[in-house]
């Protein structure tokens, strides 16, 4: 499967990300490509994380396929939701690994918070049908501001973050997340 996606990075919908994606490595290090099974330029939905987990493998994707609990969350509730694979480009507010080798899982620190958000702007304009933006949990939520911005006229919806650590908390944390991406699903329903 990753030697697949591997050889899809130059397909046309995918290939202006990959040169995007190729700026922030020069910049800031390791950052995953973009899953050129989901929507690519033509993607309708952004849908907003906070940073790239831990991970130890050269060949990464941004993808609702990673085998972690956050990626079958994804899986899950936009299928529940209705909206469709090649609507939705999965991002990061923070897009590089920010944790150092072998080290856990930690909050991106507020410095670099701003770093990612600065480099916002670069990917919104390779998405020029964007209907709707997804900011799933609290660093990402702080896209807010910036995608105001550069879109002002974008809706723009916040959800709990997917991870099973968020959404195992409480009933209502899923209950939460199946109503924003419903409201998701409604407005990429609107005729353009």
Do not use: K, Q
Request: proline share 10%.
């Amino acid at each position: 499967m990753l030697a697949g996606r591997a050889a899809a990075r130059g397909a046309p919908h995918v290939a202006a990300l990959g040169g995007y994606v190729a700026g922030l490595r020069a910049r800031h290090g390791a950052v995953p490509d973009v899953d050129p099974a989901d929507g690519g330029t033509g993607a309708r939905l952004l849908l907003l994380l906070e940073t790239p987990g831990p991970g130890a493998a050269p060949l990464r994707f941004v993808s609702r396929d990673n085998p972690t609990g956050t990626a079958a969350n994804i899986r899950r509730f936009t299928a529940e939701a209705g909206i469709a694979r090649a609507d939705t480009l999965i991002w990061n507010a923070v897009p590089w690994v920010i944790h150092a080798p072998g080290a856990r899982n930690r909050a991106p620190r507020r410095g670099e918070v701003a770093a990612g958000l600065a480099e916002l702007p670069g990917l919104l304009a390779l998405l020029p049908d964007l209907a709707v933006a997804v900011l799933a949990g609290r660093v990402a939520a702080a896209a807010g501001p910036a995608l105001a911005r550069a879109r002002p006229a974008l809706p723009v919806v916040e959800m709990p973050h997917p991870s099973p650590t968020i959404v195992c908390t409480a009933p209502a944390i899923a209950a939460r997340i199946r109503a924003a991406l419903r409201t998701a699903a409604d407005l990429l329903a609107r005729p353009a």
